[in-house]
């Protein structure tokens, strides 16, 4: 396969393929692949056929490369991709049916469809060139594929399979999509003037920080909100570890040592120059770096890398001797330190989600203390962007609930924040029970604003859907301000609408069609898009019924199959 991509280089084929562009930074990624016992374990059925451990693991494959496509990283590898882990199950049977179609309808994809698949998606361009490189690929599959976090074994042949079934699919989704991609011109042209008619609006805006010095203190009702309000103010199960750092910063020298000894240094920071393409590193400025900057920087990046491979390599060593200690006790950990003239650091509690302050919120850190227990005082040595940490269990504090005293200044906060609130929305409601009856009388909005004594906005029109400016983000929920501005009629003004930060009434002015050399100069890009998205909605109609028919069941009273292989 390698050699039939090499002969397609060329950019020669035109399709449109819905994947995420990841850029891999192969030369500073470690491995971290874990390789554990998958089980026999009862996998569920479809199609009235039990799913067998070929299928199940095939499958599951290819989802770890959907969710490395989509998400940049693979799943469960960082916080926000670890809330996908609980769907990979229904993941892999989503596309155990989706492999299942391929086969019913005989798709198959050939070496030369495959091979331009890849070469074309970008995953594998230069940055410079925007060409394929063959060496990206190469580390690709040589250093990202046994990666997987997840004990999910990935070869190239695993890779391969991924991508024939993405081009079946796409056939799949042209064939059974293209009731929704049949768009006529007029249809289109109505569509794009429904979406980017703007709304002129005025807002009357009320605010809690406008209400804060009108709340009136009172014992009994702060007390009452402390109660109401125990499960917030809860202190979640915290742990205290002692630590041992080997800082990457005491192998420098020996970095410096080792980079003077590489004849083909300057050769390999061209390459990785190259490979990344000359507006990858910025500064701090986020401005793109000269070449001799860019490369100083390489050059840096790779001596940290070496000194923190060295570090670990002393960590290693040192938790090869903590381990041998028996019985297995946290205090190993000092006493060793001591032998060893290396300081112990201890933590304040922590919670899981917080972690400890000194530490700068490294994930794994958290993740292995929470694990730790007198039984198991010790983890694995742990890779952080300055160095190695060894820890060890010293206390676990369980979850209470701190006394109003202890946190009063806290709850007192609070509470002056809900009653402005309060007051702030019953203002709010107070105005629009006057708004009608005064813009009725001839006042304009502004005037009633001013009357009631209610901030007035005017702001920027803004389109049905699409695009939105900037400013509207950063004060109000756009999705909600869509829903109430297009739900009026040109000279009315909403019912109140509570936000977190108090609320508002709208005054519609004027609805403003789109404009006419916008709309031609962008239909036809519209008009490609539409179709795309109506295409995508067919088919996705179609597979959830083909779905069904599958009967997909769950293996009854099991638990659901791990992770690993």
């Given amino acids: 396969m390698f050699a039939t991509i090499r002969r397609h280089q060329n950019w020669l084929w035109a399709i449109i393929i819905g994947v995420v562009i990841v850029s891999f930074v192969i030369f500073f990624s470690p491995n971290a692949g874990l390789q554990a016992g998958f089980g026999r374990v009862p996998l569920g059925a ?38 996908f882990l609980d769907r990979i199950n229904d993941e892999v049977r989503r596309r155990l049916v989706l492999i299942h179609q391929l086969e ?19 995953l594998f361009h230069d940055k410079g060139t925007k060409r394929f490189n063959p060496d990206i690929y190469a580390a690709f599959v040589q250093r990202v594929l046994p990666s997987n976090p997840n004990g999910i074994r990935l070869t190239e042949q695993d890779f391969e399979n991924y991508a024939r079934h993405e081009i079946g699919l796409m056939e799949l989704a042209s064939l059974f ?35 804060l010095a009108g709340v009136v203190l009172d014992a009994a009702g702060l007390g009452q909100f402390y109660t109401n309000r ?27 040592a ?23 590193f910025h500064d701090a400025q986020d401005r793109p770096l000269p070449e001799a900057a860019a490369k100083a920087e390489i050059r840096q990046r790779l001596r940290k890398s070496l000194a923190l491979q060295d570090a670990l390599k002393e960590a290693n060593e040192f938790a090869t001797r903590l381990f041998k200690l028996s019985p297995a006790q946290a205090e190993n950990l000092d ?78 906060a609070d509470y002056r924040r809900f009653k402005a609130l309060q007051l702030a929305r019953a203002a709010g409601q107070r105005f629009y029970e006057t708004v009608t009856n005064r813009l009725a009388h001839g006042q304009s909005f502004r005037a009633v604003c001013a009357t ?54 709208l005054y519609l002015d004027k609805f403003v069609p789109t404009d006419p050399a916008t709309m031609k100069a962008e239909l036809p890009e519209y008009v490609a898009s539409l179709r795309k998205a109506r295409l995508s909605d067919a088919f996705d109609e179609w597979f959830q019924h083909q779905y069904s028919l599958a009967h997909v069941t769950k293996p009854a009273g099991q638990s659901e199959p791990a992770a690993a292989e």
Avoid: C
């Avoid at 019913?104 to 970008?122: L, N, Q, R, S, Y």
């Avoid at 080792?258 to 507006?279: D, S, W």
């Fill in 46 to 83: 479809m199609y009235g056929q039990s799913i067998s451990q070929e299928q199940w693991l095939n499958a599951r494959r290819e989802v770890e490369l959907n969710y490395l496509f989509r998400l940049g990283s693979w799943v469960g590898q960082d916080a926000y991709s670890r809330q």
């Fill in 104 to 122: 019913a309808f005989h798709v198959e994809v050939g070496d030369d469809a495959t091979a331009k698949w890849i070469t074309e998606i970008g």
């Fill in 177 to 211: 999509g293209m009731s929704g991609a049949l768009v006529t011109p007029r249809d289109a042209e109505a569509e794009y003037r429904y979406d980017h008619e703007q709304a002129v609006v005025e807002a009357g805006v009320v605010s809690t920080s406008n209400h």
């Fill in 230 to 256: 125990l499960a917030v103010y809860r202190i979640p199960e915290r742990v205290q570890v002692s630590y041992v750092k080997f800082a990457a910063s005491n192998h420098l020298a020996q970095a410096d």
């Fill in 258 to 280: 080792q980079l003077a000894k590489q004849t083909n240094l300057a050769e390999r920071i061209e390459e990785v120059y190259q490979e990344q393409g000359t507006n990858f």
């Fill in 335 to 412: 006493r060793l330190a001591r032998t060893n003239r290396l300081t112990v650091h201890v933590t304040e509690p922590f919670t899981a989600t917080d972690g400890p302050r000194e530490i700068n919120g490294l994930e794994t850190f958290n993740q292995a203390a929470f694990g730790l227990s007198l039984e198991e005082p010790f983890a694995a040595p742990i890779k952080g962007e300055d160095g190695i940490y060894l820890i060890a269990f010293r206390k676990r504090l369980p979850s209470q609930i701190p006394t109003l005293d202890s946190i009063r200044d806290r709850v007192t």
């Fill in 452 to 505: 009631a004594g209610i901030q007035w906005r005017r702001l920027p029109p803004f389109p049905r859907r699409g695009s939105d400016p900037p400013e509207l983000d950063q004060e109000f929920d756009v999705r909600e301000l869509r829903s109430v501005a297009f739900g009026l009629r040109p000279g009315k003004a909403s019912s109140f609408t509570p936000t977190p930060q108090g609320g508002f009434v």
